[in-house]
């Protein structure tokens, strides 16, 4: 959960604000989504939903986070525009945690 002006929890949020939060530029965030998918995974293995009739694609950022740290972190960097990713990547949860967000880090 994300605690928002310390009082109220949103467990979810739409890509829009999901993109806001964090530092990396909207352009990685896509890029991420659509290498995820090239490899014929599940954008909900990243943390994205789809609630019916909205029309909106919304997000879980705990779990957004987590495959952050999984699959761009924790992942071994072979060619340089992924040990970019990855510094990207590392400085996205580095902001995120002196803005407040946390994660369930173990």
Do not use: C
């Amino acid at each position: 959960m994300i605690k928002i002006n310390n009082n109220s929890v949103f467990p979810f949020v739409s890509e829009k604000e999901l993109i806001a939060m964090q530092p990396i530029p909207a352009s990685t965030f896509y890029k991420f989504k659509s290498e995820w998918v090239s490899k014929g995974r599940s954008l909900t293995e990243m943390g994205m939903f789809h609630i019916e009739g909205s029309g909106m694609n919304y997000w879980s950022p705990q779990k957004y986070f987590e495959w952050l740290v999984n699959y761009k972190i924790k992942q071994p960097a072979v060619f340089n525009y992924e040990k970019d990713d990855q510094d990207k990547t590392k400085q996205t949860i580095l902001a995120l945690r002196r803005k407040g967000y946390r994660t369930n880090e173990k």
